[in-house]
């Protein structure tokens, strides 16, 4: 202790006497035994591997430890119940194992090697072993002495050159030039320094001067493993020798051995890089024979022989228990605080005066009791409720006998008097609300009663009021009982569940800068409420929903840093006030019993002028750092802890899994039937993990994250084929580092999905429906042959039959002209145009069973009928017919007979009638698409004139030739149906002068095939 602070006592003790009351500052431990599921008490060492697994060598066999649970790996089945003395990692990850009775083993991550059972020279007992992978060199401490093997072209060679024969050696661990062995008895040559100088063995010489340590006091440098220091304690000096030293962030840990009476004892002090804390006698292990340290995130973790597994979180929170002489069970009722930072406890006997972790001061009812009157005899029954400070830094104290106060600067007391009171408050302007006998009363400081209401609680129930807090010229009352008493403008107005919907227990009240009040009870829920219009309004509230933990809910405080803070039945919350708003995610951090919040009996609390926190508890004055809470260094690993298929553990490929960890490796591969999949996360070593918070988001899929869970469960189903990336996010709530995790994840495409199935199921689809249509094409025309055929001889016989019809008349015609020429005695006109005749009529009858003939034939077959026309009329007309160039006559097809009718009534209607000579011309030219266009036209008299000059006898005989020609074509147009038709168009042709001038024909064949 420096000396400052030896004066700073002495002036204590001088001026108020010897000070009885201690407060020790405590670090609480956790056992786990197997009774909490340990396989064995007797834990030898703690060993995290480089692949971050953290392994317990037990009694009963070697384990996974992940800090929270303990694995049993079915790969060391053979271990199982075995005595596992030590082990050690080699330079290619695999590990040695030392068991008792048994020898040495070899496990690669998947299976286990017995090596003593290969190499004859290991049937010994080992106790400890270390690996030197630099050198292939394995060191073994045995009941024996001292085995070094060597890695050779054979495996593992034993050098017999060691000196260190018949010592019991239970520890190896390596210094700066070689090693140092210790035994497990108290030899006087032990611990013994060694080097190796090529194959022999060394023994160095040990240092002259031993350091002594005295805690608490500044070092400034460390001591390494292996050398001994005189450990200077308050009532003894002890010679220690360094079996271990831990490195956890800034603290480093040293694991110390002494002996006393020759029994062999274990004590662990720690190292901030300014002086040693004694953390064997903070956490109460002195009577624990520590075997193993293990750091991780500022707590440790220690193996005891016998005793179990010992777990000591990182001190964020500073207890200091209050222990005073004669009194058992102690109970805190009040705290306040200063402005100079002092922090002030009231217990019913006495007060306790805390200044910079250090208690200075101390008033005890005895002290109070002498400034009473003797008219007023106290007879030590007096009773401290509470204690506050008002606008002038002074200390009032409530009690029994009525009002003390306290002078900080010079720590002079003074009697007030003025009443009893259970709680009071010092409102602003200097007036006294004291609650008494259920009863509500202003007074002044002097003590009178001040004209203002007097409010009077139920007589049926005890109130008890838990806060009272003044804002402006308001009174707020919190009370476990009726909800919350408000006065304002000379009136009391309650507000509780059911005028506003808070819980009628209200634990603690606090003002918020924004003009809200904070308030919690004992339903698990903080209200954020507000006064308007008299009536209050709950504006928001938190709850287990929001991340709440605990129903019970006291000691709000909200910082400079805009944070707000709580205690509840299940820890502490830091709460961002500034997220707490509808359009914002809360920002809150959390700590519970695993995080050193021990005891969470606390009510009141209050803030010093370092903003730390200072808790009230039953028995215990509780310290947050709230500064030092929020520097966290902690890196935790997260990692993919279990994949289940359709609710069904995943069994995966060996060659896709990471043997030492038993995680997956980048990608997981899963099948299509493989899509409903379940992603269970831990961190690969957390002492805590029901303090962890979970995001997921699986990149492919979803845009956003989810929303932090304390679900370590993910699981998607129904996923589609393809390649994803599975993130996620955990937090643990005590800390404020975030870690990350990222795989990636194929889901495999169905085969019939797949681009060659598809290209084929495309080419089948296309090759059947290829066939069904060439089937039904064929079928079709099948039908559709079957049916033109059937309609074509429907057809051809109407149009034989129109034929029929026009021979007849064509006939009939004939023979009255070879009758005129025979009459007439001309015999030979009568012979040629019966020779002409018999031509035609020969035509006429090859044609009457053509369906088509060519352009040529039906030339030939009009030559002759206009032959033998004009010499019927006398040769009274002549005609031409004119041929399209690009015509071939022999190749165009058209239908027989169907021009001949048109010339027919040319002759004998126009050109017969006309007293001039007659003309007829007949033209064949080509359309579009090789369309026959064939023009009729004549000089005759024309339809009109003709209609007046015939008898009805041959006007009947016109209109039935016409009708024919029409319908023959109505058929031909049904037979022939490829876009073009057969037509024919009459007109009648006028001169200048409007006079007829003759008719003109248009008839259209389209091309036949």
């Known amino acids: 202790m420096n000396s400052n602070h ?126 030197d992978s630099l050198k292939n060199r394995i060191l073994l401490g045995t009941t024996e002495g001292l085995i070094v093997l060597e890695k050779g072209k054979r495996g593992l060679v034993r050098n017999n050159n060691s000196n260190f024969r018949n010592i019991n050696i239970s520890k190896i661990r390596k210094i700066k030039d070689g090693f140092i062995l210790y035994g497990n008895d ?34 400034l440098d460390s001591i390494d493993i292996g050398a001994q220091l005189w450990l200077k304690l308050p009532d003894k000096t002890l010679l220690c020798d360094i079996l271990e030293t831990v ?3 800034h603290t480093k840990a040293y694991l110390l051995r002494y002996f006393q009476k020759g029994v062999e004892h274990r004590k662990v002090l720690t190292y901030d890089g300014k002086s040693f804390k004694d953390l064997s006698s903070a956490s109460d292990l002195n009577s624990f ?25 990182k001190s964020n929170f500073k207890y200091f228990d209050v222990k005073i002489e004669g009194i058992k069970n102690i109970k805190i009722n009040d705290i306040a605080s200063n402005k100079t930072g002092g922090v002030y406890l009231s217990t019913n006997s006495e007060i306790l005066i805390f200044n910079d972790d250090v208690q200075v001061n101390r008033i005890k009812t005895e002290q109070l009791c002498k400034l009473i009157s003797k008219k007023n005899i106290c007879n030590c029954e007096l009773k401290i409720n509470n204690i506050a400070f008002d606008k002038e830094d002074k200390l009032w104290i409530s009690s029994n006998k009525g009002f003390f106060t306290l002078n900080p600067r010079n720590f002079s007391l003074n009697y007030k008097g003025i009443t009893s009171s259970e709680n009071f408050i010092i409102t602003g302007n200097g007036e006294l609300l004291c609650h008494h006998k259920n009863e509500l009363r202003f007074y002044s400081i002097d003590g009178k009663i001040l004209d203002k209401p007097i409010y009077k609680f139920p007589k049926s ?70 006064i308007r219009k008299n009536q209050l309004e709950v504006i928001d509230s938190l709850s287990k929903r929001d991340g709440l933990k605990g129903v019970s809910i006291h000691g709000f405080q909200y910082l400079k840093d805009g944070s707000l803070w709580c205690g509840t039945n299940e820890g502490v919350h830091r709460f961002v006030y500034d997220t707490w708003h509808n359009d914002s995610t809360l920002d809150y951090r ?153 795989i990636e994840i194929q889901i495999e495409t169905p085969w019939w999905r797949l681009w060659w199935f598809r290209i084929f199921l495309f080419l089948s689809i296309v090759f059947v429906l290829f066939i069904c249509l060439f089937i039904y094409v064929r079928k079709i025309k099948r039908i559709e ?140 030219q080509f359309q579009k698409d090789e369309y026959l266009k064939c023009v009729i036209t004549d000089n005759g008299i024309g339809r009109k004139e003709s209609k007046t000059r015939c008898t009805e006898r ?20 049904q037979v022939h149906s490829n876009g073009n038709k057969f037509y024919y168009q009459i007109d009648d042709m006028e001169d200048v002068s409007n006079s007829s001038a003759g008719t003109r024909v248009e008839l259209g064949f389209p091309k036949i095939y």
């Open 6 to 131: 030896l004066k700073r006592l002495l002036v204590v003790l001088i001026t108020f006497g010897f000070i009885s009351t201690i407060f020790a500052n405590i670090q609480k431990h956790q056992s786990f035994s197997m009774k909490d599921g340990l396989p064995s008490n007797n834990v030898e060492d703690i060993f995290q591997d480089s692949h971050d697994v953290v392994w317990l060598a037990t009694y009963a066999g070697l384990y996974e430890f992940t800090g929270s649970e303990i694995k049993f790996r079915s790969d060391l089945i053979k271990l199982q119940g075995e005595r596992i003395s030590d082990l050690c990692q080699l330079g290619n990850g695999d590990m040695l194992i030392s068991v008792l009775g048994k020898g040495l083993f070899l496990f690669d991550g998947k299976s286990l090697t017995f090596l003593s059972r290969i190499n004859k020279n290991l049937n010994c007992e080992i106790n400890c072993l270390f690996a």
């Open 186 to 219: 108290n030899f006087p040559n032990l611990p013994i320094p060694i080097r190796f100088d090529r194959d022999k063995i060394i023994e160095l010489s040990t240092a002259d001067h031993i350091p002594t340590i005295e805690l608490d006091y500044t070092i």
């Open 247 to 249: 490195q956890n962030h």
């Open 289 to 313: 024979f520590i075997q193993t340290l293990y750091g991780e995130n500022d707590n440790w973790w220690m193996g005891t022989r016998e005793q179990g597994l010992i777990f000591i979180p």
């Open 461 to 530: 129930s005890e109130i008890e009021i838990s806060k009272i807090l003044e804002k402006g010229n308001e009174v707020w009352i919190a009370t476990k009982q009726m909800g919350i008493l408000y006065f304002h403008e000379g009136h009391y107005q309650i507000f509780n569940r059911s005028n506003s919907g808070i819980h009628n227990i209200v634990n603690d009240m606090l003002f918020i800068s924004d003009s809200t009040i904070i308030a919690g009870g004992n339903n698990g829920v903080i209200y954020k409420i507000s």
């Open 590 to 742: 959390f700590w519970n019993a695993k995080d050193g919040y021990f005891d969470q009996t606390g009510n009141k609390s209050v803030v010093d002028k370092n903003q730390n926190i200072w808790v009230q508890t039953n028995n215990k004055l509780l310290k947050i750092n709230t500064k030092l809470i929020l520097v966290d260094e902690s890196k935790r690993q997260l990692v993919l802890s279990k994949v289940q298929v359709r609710s069904q553990k995943w069994e995966m490929d060996s060659s896709r899994i990471d043997f030492w960890t038993k995680s997956p490796l980048n990608p997981i591969k899963l099948g299509y039937k493989e899509n409903f999949v379940n992603f269970e996360f831990s961190y690969n070593f957390c002492e805590n993990p029901s303090n962890v918070l979970y995001q997921y988001r699986l990149d492919g899929l979803e845009e956003k994250w989810t929303p932090w869970t304390d679900s370590n469960k993910t699981i998607y189903s129904n996923l589609p084929s393809g390649t994803y990336t599975l993130m996620a996010k955990a937090k643990n709530l005590s800390e404020t580092s975030i870690s990350d995790y990222s």
């Open 785 to 924: 042959k079957r049916r033109t055929k059937q309609f074509r001889r429907n057809v051809g016989l109407k149009i034989k039959a129109l034929q029929m019809q026009l021979g007849p008349h064509f006939l009939f015609n004939s023979l009255n002209s070879i009758q005129s020429y025979i009459l007439e005695g001309k015999q030979e006109l009568a012979l040629e145009y019966l020779s002409d005749f018999s031509m035609v009529l020969r035509q006429n009858i090859d044609n009457a069973n053509k369906d088509n003939v060519s352009l040529s034939e039906e030339l030939t077959y009009l030559k002759y009928y206009l032959k033998l026309e004009q010499m019927r009329y006398s040769h009274c007309f002549k005609y031409e017919i004119e041929i399209g160039l690009n015509i071939n006559p022999l190749t165009v097809k058209l239908p027989p007979m169907l021009i001949q009718p048109f010339l027919e009534n040319a002759i004998k209607f126009g050109i017969g009638n006309s007293e001039k000579e007659g003309n007829l011309q007949i033209s064949f």
């Open 954 to 973: 041959e006007y009947k005989s016109y209109c039935e030739a016409v009708q024919i020609t029409k319908n023959r074509i109505k058929l031909l147009n």
